[in-house]
C-alpha cells in the first residue's frame, strides 16, 4: 500500500494542532481553576472582615440600649449567648465579647502597694511603670528615667505620661511579655488603661461640688435639712474635702438624730443621709475620673489587687454580688458589704464606681467555606448620646 507524502505531513500536522490545542485547554483550565480559588479565596476573605466588624456593631448596639442606671454583669452585654455566641452572619459564624474597662485595674491610676499583688511583680518594674508615667525626671529608687532608656539599643523616649496600651508596659525596664500575655492571660486580663467614670449622678445630673457649693444650694440641690447642709459647709477642712467619704467617720450615727425645731446649729450627717446623697455629690469639677473600679463587674482577682491583698473583703463583694435583688447603684452601697470599715471606705471611695462608660470589645469571625479566621477589636465610649469608637484593630488570625 503507498501512502502520499502530502497526506502524512499534514496529518502530522493536524496532529500537533490537536495537541497543542489540548495543552491550551488544559493550562486555560488549570488557570482557571486557580483564578476561581483566588476569586473564592478573596471574596470569603472580604465576608470574614466585615462579619467581624458587625460583630462589632452589633455589640455597640446593645452598649446604647443599656441602661445607664448602674452596670453589672447581668446586663445584657456580658455573654449574652443568644446574641454574641455563634452568631450566623452571612456564610460566617461570628463570637463577640464585651469587657467593661473598669472591671479592670487602671495601670495609670494604680497605687504601689496595688501594683506589689500582681504575679512576677518586682520592685524595679514598680518604680519603672510609676518612673513612666510621671511627668518628672526624678529617678525613683529601683525605677528608671530617660537615662536608662537612652543607653539601650535600639534607645527611645519615655513616654513620662499615662500609657496609651497595655502592650506599651513591654517598653518598661524588665517586662517580659510573659508577665503581660502569659497562658491564663498574665497581667493583661486584670490592667487596661483607658478607664474613666463620667462625674455625673445615675440619672446623668451633674452632681454637686461640696467644696464649692454654699449652704443654700446644699440644701436646696440635695434635699436635706439646712442644718446639714450648714455641717457641711463648716466641717470643710482648709484645703477642701478630698473625698466624699470625708463627711463620715466612726462617730456617725446611723440614723438621723432628732432635731430641735428652734435650733440653727450645724447637724451632723448620719450615715442614712449620707448614703441618700453619695451619688449626687462629688470632690471636683472634673468631667472626667480616671481610673475607677467597678465594683459591680470587677473579678475577684481585680477585686483583691484593688483592696491590696484583702481577699476577704474581695470575695464578700463577689458573694454580695449574687446575693443582692439589683446591684450597687451608689459606691455608698459597698459599705454593707463584711469587711468594708469606715476606714477602708474613706481610703478607696474615690476611686470606686458602680457605672462604665468606657467598653473593649472583641469580634471574632469564621468562615464556613474555608475556615478563614478573622478579630476585629475596639474601644467603646458611650459616654454621649451615641457610642462612639476610641480606637480600633483588625485582622486576621492563624
Known amino acids: 500500500m503507498r501512502y502520499n507524502r ?219 435639712d439646712k442644718s446639714y447642709a450648714k455641717w457641711i459647709a463648716e466641717k470643710k477642712p482648709q484645703g477642701g474635702y478630698k473625698s466624699i467619704a470625708d463627711l463620715i467617720d466612726k462617730n456617725t450615727p446611723d440614723k438621723p438624730e432628732k432635731k430641735d425645731a428652734k435650733s440653727d446649729e450645724a447637724r451632723q450627717i448620719d450615715m442614712q443621709t449620707f448614703k441618700d446623697i453619695a451619688d449626687k455629690i462629688t470632690v471636683t469639677d472634673d468631667q472626667w475620673i480616671k481610673g475607677r473600679l467597678n465594683v459591680n463587674t470587677a473579678s475577684r482577682e481585680a477585686l483583691r489587687i484593688f483592696f491590696e491583698d484583702d481577699t476577704d473583703l474581695a470575695d464578700n463583694i463577689v458573694d454580695a454580688r449574687h446575693q443582692r435583688a439589683v446591684p450597687m447603684i451608689s459606691v455608698a452601697d459597698v459599705m454593707d458589704i463584711s469587711g468594708m470599715s469606715i476606714d477602708k471606705f474613706k481610703k478607696y471611695a474615690e476611686m470606686l464606681t458602680t457605672r462604665s462608660d468606657i467598653y473593649l470589645v472583641s469580634s471574632k469571625a469564621k468562615t464556613v467555606g474555608l475556615g478563614l479566621k478573622f478579630r476585629t477589636e475596639a474601644v467603646i465610649d458611650r459616654s454621649g448620646n451615641e457610642p462612639r469608637i476610641i480606637s480600633m484593630y483588625y485582622g486576621m488570625e492563624n
Open 6 to 224: 502530502k497526506n502524512a505531513v499534514a496529518l502530522v500536522g493536524v496532529l500537533w494542532v490537536v495537541l497543542l490545542d489540548a495543552v491550551i485547554i488544559t493550562t486555560t483550565a488549570q488557570s482557571s481553576r486557580l483564578d476561581m480559588r483566588m476569586v473564592a479565596h478573596t471574596a470569603e476573605k472580604i465576608r470574614g472582615k466585615w462579619a467581624s466588624r458587625a460583630g462589632l456593631e452589633l455589640a455597640i448596639a446593645v452598649l446604647n440600649e443599656d441602661e445607664r442606671e448602674y452596670d453589672s454583669l447581668d446586663d445584657r452585654w456580658y455573654e449574652h449567648e443568644g446574641d454574641f455566641n455563634e452568631v450566623e452572619v452571612g456564610d460566617c459564624r461570628v463570637d463577640v465579647r464585651v469587657i467593661d474597662a473598669s472591671s479592670r485595674l487602671n495601670i495609670n491610676a494604680a497605687s504601689y502597694d496595688q501594683l506589689e499583688q500582681l504575679d512576677y511583680i518586682t520592685p524595679t518594674i514598680i518604680d519603672s511603670v510609676l518612673d513612666w508615667i510621671d511627668k518628672d525626671d526624678t529617678q525613683r529608687n529601683d525605677g528608671a528615667e530617660q537615662g536608662y532608656y537612652a543607653d539601650l539599643e535600639p534607645s527611645y523616649v519615655i513616654r513620662n505620661g499615662d500609657f496609651r496600651t497595655i502592650r506599651e508596659m513591654l517598653l518598661v525596664k524588665e517586662i517580659k511579655n510573659e508577665y503581660l500575655f502569659g497562658e491564663q492571660g498574665g497581667w493583661a486580663k486584670l490592667l487596661t488603661c483607658f478607664s474613666k467614670d463620667k462625674n455625673k449622678t445615675s440619672d446623668d445630673s451633674q452632681r454637686i461640688n461640696i467644696n464649692n457649693a454654699n449652704q443654700q444650694e446644699l440644701a436646696e440641690k440635695l434635699n436635706i
